[in-house]
Every structure is written in C-alpha cells, then in structure tokens.
C-alpha cells in the first residue's frame, strides 16, 4: 500500500489521502498472524462460550429470558458501544500497547465474572469484559491491515483470521461443556487467563513496534458522542422486544440515538482531524462490506442462541454432547474460510459474499422446517448447519477486505473499528430480534397448551418466559400428563425456532441482493 491511495465515491470527485510507504514489508508478518488469530479467537470465543452454559446459568441462578440476553448481550453492547473510541486511540497511542493493554484487563475482568455470585454480578464482569475487547479486537485487525500491504497476501491473512472465528463458535461450546460436566458456570471464564497469557507474552516477542498512524489531536467530542450514541442504539435493540418496540423507551434511546450519531456525523464533516472520516460510508464497496458482516453476524448469533436451547431442551443433550454437536460448523468454517479468500481473489467479491449469503439463508430454511424432537442429527440438522458455516466462511474475509482495503493507512484502525462494531450490531440485533420473534411464537402457545391444565398463574407464566421453566412444570405434573404435556412444550418451541429461522432466512436474502449490487467483481471496481 504504497504511494496515493484513492477512495473511489460514486459520482463525485474522489478523495484521496496519502498513504506513508512506512510499512511495506514485515519479515515476521506470517509469525504475528497466529498471535492476532489469538486475539481474535479470545474475543469470539467469550460469545459462543456463553451460549452453551444458558440452560445451566437458567438453573444455578434462576435467569429469566431477559436475564439470559442481558448476559450475552451486555458484552456486545459495551463492545460496540467503544469500539470506535479503540480503534482511535489504537492509531493514536499505538496499536500494540493498546491491544495489549486490553488483553490484561479482559483477563482481569473474565477472573471477576468467574466469582460471580448472582446474574447482576456476572452481567456487570461481561459488560467490562466487552470493554476490554473493544481495545484488542480493532487494534488486531489493523496490525493485520498494516503488516500485510499486499492485498493477494491481506486477502488470505483475513481467511486463516476470519477461520479463526469459526475454530471459536466450536472451541466455546465443547470446551464450555466439557467444563460444565465437572465444574461450575465461573470455570468458563477462567479458561480465557491462559489465552490472554499465551497472546500476551508472544505479542512481546512478535508483534512488531509500529508507528504510531496518527500522530495528531485526540477527538474526545467524537469519542463521547458516538459511543453514547452506539450504547443507546444498542440498548433499545437489546430492551425492544422486553420494553415493547413502540414503548416510549424503545423509541426515545432510537430517537437519541439517532440524534447523537447524525450529530457525530456533521461533527466528523467538520473537524481536520476527525475520530472517523465518515465520507468513506459513500463508497459502495465499504458501506455494503460492512452490511455483509453486519447480516451475516445477524443470522449467526440468532441461529446459535436457539439452537444450543433446542440441542439441550428438546434433543436432551449435554452441555459436552451440545457442544460436540456444533463441531461440523467449525470444521467446515475452519476449512472454507480460506477457500472463500482465494475465490473472492479469483471470481471477485460480489459472487462469493453473495452467495454465501444465501447459503447462510437456506440454512436457516432448513434448520426452521427440521428442527423437531424427532429430526436426526445427521441430517437435516448437520446439513443446515454446514450451510450457515460454509455461508459464514464464504463472507468473512472478502467482506473484511472490502472494508478495510477502501481505507488509507491512517484510518485502518477506526475502519476496524467500524468493521467490528457492525459484526456486534448484528450480532446483538440478531439474538435480540430472533429472540424475540421466538418468544413472541413460543409464548401464546405455550399459555395455550397449559390452559388444559391446573397450573398455577405465576407457573405458567414462567413457562411462558423461558423453555426451561415450562420444563420445569411438566416434571411436577401428575406423571400421567406429563408426555402430553411435554410434547406440547417442544411443539411450542418448535414454532418459535421455525418464525425465528424464517426471518432470519429473509433478513440473509436481503443482504445477498445488497452484496450482488454493491460489491466489487474481481477487482476492485
């Protein structure tokens, strides 16, 4: 990345920055990839690690639905909230200190969350352990950026990174469930010390020393609006579906904001020395880059929070067995990930991104129309899943690389910023909105098939917040309904997995049109 780089804006003049020749060429830059994958696979993994011990933390500290989103979802809404205000200060501090330093409080924060007594306790430890993510998370995938400047080499840097993530969605879930067989929920989160102790000390002796991208004035105005902003947005879409999505306080932390993110917006337009260069929203490539991940995050994490409740409530499986179960979604996205770098390379980005879109969708149609208590595993269920993996690994890297190959040098660890916050925005919106049409199918039905019977009233209406409650009213039952009732449960879940898939299913078609018009072909255009 060397000499003027241009940043192509439909129909207007283009804007063109130059980029410093600082770093061409790094001799250890295929030493440092591992550490970064570290990283990244240290982040990743905290989200799958937690899905697998819901049922369990449902049961040790009696966590309604809400109480269960909030844990996986506080993570994402104070990592989103400051990414961009990490990715800054990683281009102005330096981008190693900074991700180091996040290493260490992760670390420390995991430890808290591992002693956590009660839910407000563990959802306080996830929301400063999402904290310390937004420094690791963007301040990696800008070293990337800046180590790989040639992009034949960056595009199959962001594949074996981008596989990262899917080693993660398999490591979280066996691991956490051959951890939950022999000890209780904290053991978790300690298994995150080792990682940040490994990342930590080979980052020292590897990661180079780079200079610093930015050396000019801190945007503090940009950092304290946007990530105000981002928390709010967050917020209502993690709070919508318990507030009501047209509550006053749904609509007030959108209208705010709204607010607060256009006014970053003018401010970014206005200063010399921005947080953010928001004019590279109007490159197609970037915009419609960033939405890819966004949509595909959406149907990942939406997918994995029902199916982990259906492998455990419905299948009856073990937190081990549940996890072993995800281990097709890691192979096939450990070893396509890569492949789906080297197409993008070869037939461009627009066919392979949108393609794996749809693949992400038909998965999801399958997972919603199969299934049931009845469905085998190796079927259906292996096959929808291989689907969303195979989709997932065909988006990652070409998508990164259409995000952060728009951006001159200086804004690589903001662009990571903006690439990472879109991955949580989706992420949270998909477990918030998924969740929530799946509520919305489960809980009449539920209510409806315990009508029949002499529940009590706050019974049945903790069957209807959380499957494992409704689970729990069957097994005191007269054991002479408890079949019928039962299956009543799973016929009740089984329509809330199937709305949730479908929409999720529609949500990755739309993102597939979007990729097949915007991105770049072959090269990009």
């Known amino acids: 990345m060397t000499g003027p780089h241009t940043i192509d804006i439909a129909d207007q003049a283009p804007l063109t920055t130059e980029v410093p020749p600082r770093h061409r060429h790094h001799d250890r830059r295929w030493l440092v990839l591992p550490v970064l994958c570290l990283s990244v696979f240290l982040v990743v993994v905290d989200n799958t690690i937690v899905n697998v011990a819901l049922p369990s933390l449902s049961r040790d500290l009696g966590a309604s639905t809400s109480a269960l989103q909030w844990i996986v979802d506080v993570y994402s809404l104070t990592f989103a909230g400051l990414l961009l205000a990490g990715g800054g200060i990683g281009d102005r501090l330096g981008r190693k200190p900074v991700m180091q330093t996040g290493l260490v409080f992760f670390g420390i924060f995991s430890v808290l969350a591992a002693v956590s007594h009660s839910t407000g306790e563990l959802i306080s430890a996830r929301a400063l352990m999402g904290v310390a993510a937004a420094f690791v998370f963007p301040a990696s995938l800008a070293i990337l950026t800046d180590i790989f400047t040639d992009p034949s ?206 693949f992400m969708a038909g998965g999801l149609v399958l997972a919603g129309v199969s299934s049931t208590p009845q469905a085998a595993f190796f079927g259906p269920v292996i096959t929808a899943m291989i689907l969303l993996a195979l989709g997932l690994s065909f988006i990652t890297a070409p998508a990164t690389e259409a995000v952060m190959g728009s951006l001159a040098t200086e804004q690589v660890g903001a662009g990571a910023a903006v690439n990472n916050t879109t991955r949580e925005l989706g992420g949270t919106l998909g477990v918030a909105v998924l969740g929530s049409v799946f509520a919305s199918a489960y809980g009449p039905r539920i209510l409806h098939a315990l009508a029949g019977y002499p529940v009590p009233a706050a019974a049945r209406d903790a069957a209807r917040q959380s499957v494992a409650a409704a689970l729990a009213v069957v097994g005191h039952a007269p054991g002479a309904v408890q079949p019928t009732i039962r299956t009543a449960v799973f016929a009740a879940f089984d329509s809330g997995l199937e709305a949730a898939c479908m929409v999720g299913a529609g949500v990755a078609v739309v993102g597939a049109l979007s990729a097949f018009i915007f991105l770049p072909g072959r090269s990009a255009e």
């Open 153 to 358: 080499e960056r595009q199959k840097a962001l594949g074996i990174w981008g596989a990262t993530s899917g080693i993660a969605v398999a490591f979280g879930p066996i691991v956490g469930g051959a951890l939950l067989e022999h000890f209780w929920y904290g053991s978790i989160f300690l298994v995150n010390v080792p990682i940040v102790l490994v990342t930590l000390v080979s980052g020292h002796f590897l990661i180079p020393r780079l200079e610093r991208a930015v050396a000019r004035r801190f945007d503090t105005r940009g950092v304290l609006v946007s990530t105000v902003g981002l928390v709010l947005l967050v917020l209502a879409i993690i709070q919508g579906p318990q507030w009501g999505w047209t509550s006053a306080a749904t609509l007030g932390c959108f209208a705010a904001a709204v607010v607060l993110l256009t006014a970053f917006t003018l401010l970014e337009l206005r200063i010399p020395e921005p947080l953010l260069d928001v004019r590279v929203f109007a490159v197609p490539r970037f915009t419609s880059g960033a939405v890819s991940i966004a949509v595909a995050f959406f149907c990942l994490f939406g997918f994995i929070f029902v199916i982990t409740q259906y492998f455990q409530f419905v299948k009856g499986y073990s937190t081990l067995s549940a996890g072993v179960h995800t281990l097709p979604f890691a192979i096939v996205a450990a070893v396509f990930t890569p492949v789906g770098a080297v197409l993008a390379l070869r037939v461009g980005t627009r066919l392979v991104v949108g393609a794996g879109l749809l």
